[in-house]
């Protein structure tokens, strides 16, 4: 089966750094993908990564190890906007996603 | 930037309706998708198509169905509306044969059946 694991919420002040845990067991791998979805609103897409090791994008960093089954989003200089879901998906090996049940981040002043 | 739009942000239907939920994306993209988001469950996929009048059954298809009759327009249908269908139901598509491409998500339908 498949599984996805990600915390269901946490809290953090603004200016602070968070990071969201993703681990996976699935059974193909063709990459994991970062998303942020406001209440209400549509997700959209943070990040990607297929191979191991840490791809930084502005604020937010994602980091990746297949070996482990193991990702995490940071998130640097927090802003009261960040306050939003976000969802771990792992891509199989066909054009399906499988998501985990997100992680809903609020952010304090 | 892909656009992706569903027919209506918010529905109130009956028991026993059936339901029409519309969702056209501008990308030429093959793959296109259904999915229900309920609060604790998150995003669970409905139904997948790869084409025009080729679709796949997701992780929970009972009491719906699908139609793709072009490719940019993907319908999901619920054939005998009930109160459990109560959801946020989530269109997307995604380039098809492009792992690393994500996919993209139309604004949601909030469906409530009474």
């Known amino acids: 089966g498949q599984n996805i694991d990600q915390p269901t919420e946490m809290t953090a002040t603004e200016g602070a750094i968070v990071q969201i845990n993703c681990t996976y067991q699935t059974s193909g791998f063709n990459g994991l993908f970062w998303y942020q979805q406001h209440a209400g609103e549509a997700p959209t897409f943070l990040s990607y990564?297929?191979?191991?090791g840490l791809e930084e994008k502005g604020r937010f960093s994602s980091f990746l190890s297949r070996s482990k089954g193991y990702s995490y989003l940071l998130l640097k200089e927090l802003q009261m906007k960040d306050s939003a879901s976000y969802l771990c998906a792992v891509s199989l090996n066909t054009d399906k996603l499988i998501f985990g049940t997100g992680t809903r981040l609020q952010v304090f002043p | 930037d892909v656009k992706v739009t569903q027919s209506s942000r918010y529905l109130v239907k009956r028991t026993g309706e059936k339901v029409f939920l519309e969702c056209v994306q501008d990308m030429d993209h093959e793959n296109m998708f259904w999915y229900r988001q309920d609060p604790g469950l998150g995003l669970r996929l409905i139904y997948f198509s790869y084409d025009v009048k080729m679709k796949e059954k997701g992780d929970i298809p009972e009491g719906y169905s699908v139609s793709r009759e072009k490719k940019e327009r993907f319908s999901l249908i619920l054939e005998s509306a009930s109160t459990n269908q109560t959801s946020m139901y989530l269109c997307a598509s995604r380039e098809r044969g492009a792992p690393n491409q994500p996919q993209h998500f139309g604004d949601g339908t909030r469906l409530s059946i009474l």
């Open positions: 990564n297929v191979l191991d």
